[in-house]
């Protein structure tokens, strides 16, 4: 959606929300709910465990969490298929705009949604606002016991208490890919890497990839009749899409 | 002649009544005047200091010892979770901001419209206009996960380049809020100016109270061209402070209303929050006048039942106003059908805090319209106390619903959870004690009563007959 203004002194295009250049489809179909993707991208995050206490009052800090819901009263109940729900990477988020900090911009060159921890203040207004509910705080400082700092992926910040963060689509995997390509002389293959929860996905429901290339396995797999989008008449333009009804 | 006599009687009488009823009418000498308000000062007992003490130590330790304690833990240890992001802080945010309201709104409007019962009180207003913003101040940081980096909210100019988003209702708040501190504390202070150097020459030599008096003061002597210079001032501030105010609440409101929430993205939200503001801000003011005048010295005088009357007039009509605003609301977004809006509603009435719901209703809504339609009952210093604090407790509650409670069904389910307060209780009884306190504080510094007003209006009041009937009339001074 790009708005031309023609005001007399001022002549500029406005680009309001554009589609993503990475991303993602999940197939609800064949998600086992295993929750492989959740311990994958905890341990590529660098995400802390907050302990079952804070977990269990709605403390827990994952990036990415496996959704499942049951239908109609005990004892005709049906189980929803599982769906994994991690940060939408919106082309036009709600969560950038109110950002007072300036902390939660869009980036130009992967065109994803980012959070800057050090710009960070800690209003929490970004997560208010996201009607995905997939932005994470940190409400503490949380322990890492010994052994586990020696896994610390040291691509990836660790956060410290205040701020907030979410999934990145794995932006440390990206750039890496990108780096080696350009090194090469040519462009990133399709499927030639892939976020920490696409790759440990057991039963491959999660495909990622360029979605503006639309000979991409991503962009196919969205393309089809059974591909929608979460919330999608709040016309944030997520960059996922979800698989479903097969 | 008889009959001559009983009429000269019920003259006197109905004159005497006047006197009685109307502190315009009751003039005393400006020596004698200014006296009462110096004592009014200085007549401390051993139970303020008591008192004094309490709060003193309710600060320290729930304020800046519980703060202290977040800051160092984390924002862990007060209640705010996913869904519920934002908690009892923003609650007590938009709560001080509402009592800081009435008082630009019973100082400015008042003022501008000539409303001769406000004399006495307008600056034990204004005074809770400044020291509410404190609050709401102390109340907003708190909230901040990194407080010690909120100066990045300032638009500073630094080397990196790095710049508040001014897309985000934060940064207009931030503007907002610090606006009205300062231009309500501008408007505090010109209309003080003459009070201090009135203390000032009533003040010993050598005490610090005569070098803070004589500091402030600016060196006011009360010519005809400082009294101009004054009255300028404080006519271009009355007028301009008016719309600055319902923008502060505009503003606030629109932190909610801007965003993507059910409960939150209702178009109405700047006018019921100004109203609500309004609302809770009156209460206030009624409860302070009521202390005010049964604990400090010679407030009998100053502060009388025609004054808790009017307040009670203005509480009844904004409380109306407000119930309209409520109402429309409520009708707008269950008629737009949203499911997520609908599931909200129910939820406000029906959910576990539904109670406070109802609470709401009844002390905003039901209780004024149920005391404050009688004369009598309504110039009652105590019960207007009384509606006063319940309509605070009633206003509160309303903003935990639009808050905490609307935060906890959001349009992810999975995420559905409620919110337990944790530390900011305490840091909440914190602000409210560090209130008090300001107040107590500036009630030994700061004359409570503006004496020249009341002068100014006495002198312009006068009883005159006309045939066998006396009448009030007021003159135009200004």
Redesign the interface.
């Known amino acids: 959606m790009t708005t031309e203004l023609k005001i007399s002194e001022i002549s500029a295009n406005f680009a309001e929300g554009e589609q993503g250049k990475w991303g993602m489809a999940i197939d609800m179909d064949i998600c086992t709910g295993c929750q492989a993707c959740v311990a994958a991208c905890a341990m590529e995050n660098n995400v802390p465990f907050v302990g079952e206490a ?1 977990s269990g ?4 800090m994952h990036w990415i ?1 496996t ?1 499942r ?1 049951w239908e109609g009263e005990f004892p005709e109940i049906k189980m929803t298929p599982y769906q994994p ?1 991690l940060c939408q990477q919106c082309g036009h988020a ?1 969560c950038e ?6 902390a939660t911009v869009h980036s130009q060159a992967e065109a994803l949604n980012l959070q800057v921890y050090n ?7 970004c ?3 996201c ?3 997939v932005r ?6 949380y322990e890492r016991p010994e052994p586990l700092p020696n896994q610390l992926n040291p691509d990836v910040t660790v956060r410290r ?4 963060e979410k999934c990145t689509f794995c932006i440390q995997r990206i750039h890496r890919a990108e780096d080696v390509a350009k090194s090469e002389g040519r462009e990133v293959a399709d499927g030639e890497f892939a976020p920490a929860c696409a790759q440990a996905c057991p039963a491959d429901a999660i495909v990622f990839g360029r979605i503006d290339d639309p000979e991409s396995a991503v962009s196919k797999m969205a393309r089809g009749a059974r591909g929608f989008h979460l ?1 999608e008449e ?1 016309g944030t333009l997520p960059a996922v899409t979800y698989l479903k009804g097969g | 002649m008889a009959s001559t006599a009983t009429h000269h009687d019920h003259e006197q009488d109905h004159i005497a009544h006047l006197r009685e009823k109307h502190l315009m009418l009751d003039p005393l000498p400006r020596g004698r005047m200014n006296e009462m308000v110096m004592e009014s000062m200085h007549d401390t007992s051993w139970k303020f200091w008591v008192v004094f003490g309490i709060l003193s130590v309710i600060v320290a330790v729930f304020l800046f010892g519980a703060w202290g304690y977040m800051i160092a833990n984390g924002l862990g240890v007060a209640g705010v979770n996913r869904p519920s992001y934002w908690g009892i802080f923003l609650v007590n945010t938009v709560f001080w901001i509402g009592i800081s309201h009435a008082g630009t709104f019973i100082s400015a409007i008042l003022r501008v419209f000539k409303a001769e019962f406000r004399r006495p009180f307008t600056r034990a207003a204004e005074l809770m206009t400044t020291f509410g913003l404190v609050q709401a101040g102390f109340s907003i940081f708190m909230h901040m996960g990194r407080v010690w980096l909120s100066y990045w909210l300032m638009p500073i100019p630094n080397q990196r380049g790095l710049w508040p988003n001014f897309h985000s209702p934060l940064s207009w708040d931030l503007l907002a809020i610090t606006t009205y501190l300062l231009s309500s504390t501008m408007y505090l202070f010109l209309p003080l100016i003459p009070d201090l150097a009135m203390a000032r020459d009533r003040t010993p030599d050598g005490t610090w109270q005569k070098t803070f008096y004589r500091v402030l003061a600016l060196g006011f002597r009360g010519t005809e061209g400082e009294w101009t210079h004054l009255r300028h001032a404080m006519n271009i501030f009355a007028f301009a402070i008016i719309p600055v105010m319902f923008s502060v609440h505009t503003i606030v409101s629109w932190d909610c209303a801007a965003a993507t929430r059910p409960g939150w993205n209702s178009t109405i939200f700047g006018p019921y929050f100004v109203v609500g503001a309004l609302h809770s801000g009156m209460g206030a003011v009624a409860m302070v006048l009521a202390v005010v005048q049964s604990r400090m010295k010679h407030m009998k005088y100053f502060i009388r039942g025609e004054h808790f009357d009017a307040l009670g007039m203005l509480m009844l009509l904004v409380s109306m106003t407000w119930a309209y605003f409520f109402f429309n609301d409520y009708m707008v977004q269950w008629y737009g059908g949203d499911k997520w809006t609908q599931q909200l509603l129910h939820f406000h009435e029906a959910g576990p805090l539904g109670w406070m719901w109802f609470a709401m209703l009844i002390f905003n809504v039901a209780i004024p319209w149920a005391t404050l339609w009688n004369k009598k009952w309504r110039s009652n210093p105590w019960l207007l106390f009384g509606v006063g604090l319940l309509i605070n407790f009633g206003m509160w509650f309303e903003r935990y619903i639009i808050i905490p409670i609307s935060l906890t069904i959001n349009r992810m389910p999975f995420t559905w959870r409620m919110y337990t307060p944790g530390v900011e209780i305490y840091l909440g009884i914190g602000t409210v004690a560090f209130f008090i306190l300001l107040y107590m504080g500036a009630s030994r510094l700061i004359p409570l009563i503006p004496v020249w007003e009341v002068q100014e209006g006495q002198m312009a009041h006068s009883l005159k007959k006309y045939g066998r009937e006396t009448v009030v009339t007021i003159s135009e001074l200004e």
Request: proline content about 10%; some cysteine; overall charge positive.
């Open positions: 804070d009052y709605g403390r827990s969490r959704e819901f729900v709600p705009p109110v950002c007072p900090a300036f710009r960070c203040v800690g209003t929490r207004y997560a208010n606002n009607p995905y509910q994470s705080f940190n409400w503490r400082d208490r205040g701020v907030m919330l709040l």
